[in-house]
């Protein structure tokens, strides 16, 4: 067995091994190679910087990481590991971990960021070996919204830029995003991002940025001295005017109560609990 980096491998053949190690998996996970590269795009992930183990020139199992940050405040991003069914119970994550916490150690990253399902014990206790330690539990919703409404009050305007002002959106925040939906990774992929925005005069009190192609709901949020006014409800109607395919939105922080409570209000469902797990990197 020889464990390496990913350099130069091609997407094709990660998205096979991808496909082929999550067969069977909590959630269906289907890549293909287009998907595979939005996610390298969107998530910053790094071939050079992710592990692979290969058996005679066959990728058997990988482990695909994204950075961000520089100087010495590095921050690192598991986007998915997986091994092929006949190679598991044989230490190869704990093998492919050792290989890729040396790789980014050198690359001066000081934090290790995944999310794994609650209920997939074995992974749990494999980070746990690992170094890992939960820092949250987050929650994953899908569906249609089921409270539609009708009309803006006139004080209030939808408007659908192809940008946002990102520095003011975290004060419209109850939460930090976990990775995937942070305000960097939208940047990523703007050009595929649509988004919904409510105005009162010039002041933007409501948004959604989505993926019209899956229905994926990166952020949404009320400006807190705008809330309890109908505009969450109003946002998402909106998305159903667009006829998304079903809703979905990950990784809500659990302990965001009045978020979880507004999505299944109006009819969300959740689906999948996530833990967010950490790991400090050793000087």
């Given at each position: 067995?020889?464990?390496?980096?990913?350099?130069?491998?091609?997407?094709?053949?990660?998205?096979?091994?991808?496909?082929?190690?999550?067969?069977?998996?909590?959630?269906?996970?289907?890549?293909?190679?287009?998907?595979?590269?939005?996610?390298?795009?969107?998530?910053?992930?790094?071939?050079?910087?992710?592990?692979?183990?290969?058996?005679?020139?066959?990728?058997?199992?990988?482990?695909?990481?994204?950075?961000?940050?520089?100087?010495?405040?590095?921050?690192?991003?598991?986007?998915?590991?997986?091994?092929?069914?006949?190679?598991?119970?044989?230490?190869?994550?704990?093998q492919m971990y050792?290989?890729?916490?040396?790789?980014?150690?050198?690359?001066?990253?000081?934090?290790?960021?995944?999310?794994?399902?609650?209920?997939?014990?074995?992974?749990?206790?494999?980070?746990?070996?690992?170094?890992?330690?939960?820092?949250?539990?987050?929650?994953?919703?899908?569906?249609?919204?089921?409270?539609?409404?009708?009309?803006?009050?006139?004080?209030?305007?939808?408007?659908?830029?192809?940008?946002?002002?990102?520095?003011?959106?975290?004060?419209?925040?109850?939460?930090?995003?976990?990775?995937?939906?942070?305000?960097?990774?939208?940047?990523?992929?703007?050009?595929?991002?649509?988004?919904?925005?409510?105005?009162?005069?010039?002041?933007?009190?409501?948004?959604?940025?989505?993926?019209?192609?899956?229905?994926?709901?990166?952020?949404?949020?009320?400006?807190?001295?705008?809330?309890?006014?109908?505009?969450?409800?109003?946002?998402?109607?909106?998305?159903?005017?667009?006829?998304?395919?079903?809703?979905?939105?990950?990784?809500?922080?659990?302990?965001?109560?009045?978020?979880?409570?507004?999505l299944q209000r109006?009819?969300?469902?959740?689906?999948?609990?996530?833990?967010?797990?950490l790991y400090i990197?050793?000087?």
């Amino acid at each position: 067995m020889i464990i390496k980096p990913l350099t130069n491998l091609s997407p094709a053949v990660i998205a096979a091994t991808f496909n082929e190690a999550f067969e069977g998996y909590f959630v269906p996970v289907k890549l293909t190679p287009y998907i595979l590269n939005r996610k390298i795009q969107q998530e910053n992930l790094s071939l050079k910087h992710s592990i692979g183990a290969f058996k005679d020139d066959k990728l058997v199992g990988f482990m695909l990481h994204g950075l961000k940050g520089d100087g010495k405040k590095k921050e690192a991003y598991n986007g998915g590991t997986g091994v092929l069914p006949a190679y598991r119970n044989k230490g190869l994550v704990g093998q492919m971990y050792e290989a890729q916490v040396d790789l980014l150690r050198q690359e001066g990253v000081e934090k290790l960021w995944l999310e794994v399902i609650v209920e997939n014990e074995p992974a749990i206790r494999a980070y746990r070996r690992a170094g890992f330690n939960i820092s949250r539990e987050v929650i994953c919703y899908k569906g249609h919204p089921n409270e539609v409404v009708d009309g803006l009050k006139k004080k209030y305007r939808f408007e659908y830029p192809s940008t946002l002002p990102w520095d003011q959106l975290p004060k419209y925040w109850n939460y930090q995003p976990t990775w995937q939906h942070q305000l960097f990774a939208i940047q990523n992929i703007e050009s595929h991002i649509k988004n919904i925005c409510i105005y009162s005069d010039e002041e933007l009190v409501a948004y959604a940025s989505f993926l019209p192609d899956s229905g994926r709901i990166m952020q949404f949020a009320v400006h807190p001295k705008h809330r309890n006014q109908g505009l969450g409800k109003q946002l998402f109607t909106e998305l159903g005017r667009k006829k998304n395919p079903s809703l979905s939105i990950l990784n809500v922080e659990s302990t965001d109560h009045t978020s979880l409570n507004f999505l299944q209000r109006i009819g969300l469902e959740e689906y999948i609990r996530q833990y967010e797990m950490l790991y400090i990197l050793p000087k």
